[in-house]
């Protein structure tokens, strides 16, 4: 089975703190995805890296970077954490046929 | 644009009941359409793809370009299918989908 890991289930963190979200997979995919998940809203996304080092600007990136060094992981950043970005947030990689997600992290910015 | 629209934010059904998910796109190309799943305190996963054309836990979607629809479709609802549907587009020549917002689905006993 497919595993892809994120580090935190659960986070809390104020309003301009640097935040790290690591997201780690065992298949050896080389797409890796970071969504946003808001009710009514579905996911969107809002980073891609297709290998190492490559990384692509999804639908909503602003506010975030995202950094991979490794093919098998694949952060996010939220550089100055702001309320507006309490959401959940899931990683996900990809074969051809089928995108495999992880548990998510549900973060809060207070 | 290329989108992929649930018009339904909600839908209730008793057991029993057929059940229709409705997904509409909008896309240039010749797209590929899936439907992911996401029971409560589970991941997101995969349930069906159009082109595999199967039958999964009950549900089937067919792609209809002439109406740009992929509607998701249970002749007989259970308790269990009670959860989150996301229709999803696969960008052509990419990895990256397009989702929609999502129908919650609720069977009721």
């Known amino acids: 089975d497919v595993k892809v890991t994120q580090s935190s289930r659960y986070l809390v963190k104020r309003t301009g703190e640097k935040v790290f979200l690591e997201c780690v997979q065992d298949?050896?995919?080389?797409?890796m995805f970071w969504y946003r998940q808001d009710p009514g809203l579905g996911l969107r996304l809002i980073y891609f890296?297709?290998?190492?080092?490559?990384?692509e600007k999804g639908d909503i990136p602003e506010g975030y970077s995202v950094s991979r060094e490794k093919k098998e992981r694949f952060s996010l950043i939220l550089e100055s954490a702001s309320t507006n970005q309490t959401s959940m947030y899931l990683c996900?990689?990809?074969?051809?046929?089928?995108?495999?997600f992880g548990q998510g992290t549900r973060l809060t910015v207070v | 644009a290329q989108r992929v629209t649930q018009p339904e934010k909600l839908l209730s059904v008793f057991k029993g009941a057929p059940v229709e998910l409705k997904c509409n796109y909008s896309?240039?190309?010749?797209?590929?359409l899936f439907w992911y799943v996401q029971y409560s305190r589970q991941r997101l996963q995969l349930l069906l793809r159009h082109i595999s054309r199967e039958s999964i836990k009950g549900f089937t979607a067919d792609l209809n370009k002439g109406e740009t629809s992929f509607h998701l479709k249970k002749p007989f609802a259970q308790e269990e299918d009670s959860a989150m549907y996301y229709c999803?587009?696969?960008?052509?020549?990419?990895?990256?989908?397009?989702f929609g917002t999502g129908t919650r689905l609720k069977v009721l006993a």
């Open positions: 890296s297709y290998d190492v080092k490559m990384k």
């Open positions: 999803a587009l696969l960008r052509s020549g990419t990895y990256k989908y397009i």
């Open positions: 896309y240039s190309g010749s797209p590929e």
């Open positions: 298949m050896d995919h080389e797409n």
């Open positions: 996900a990689t990809s074969s051809n046929t089928e995108a495999f």
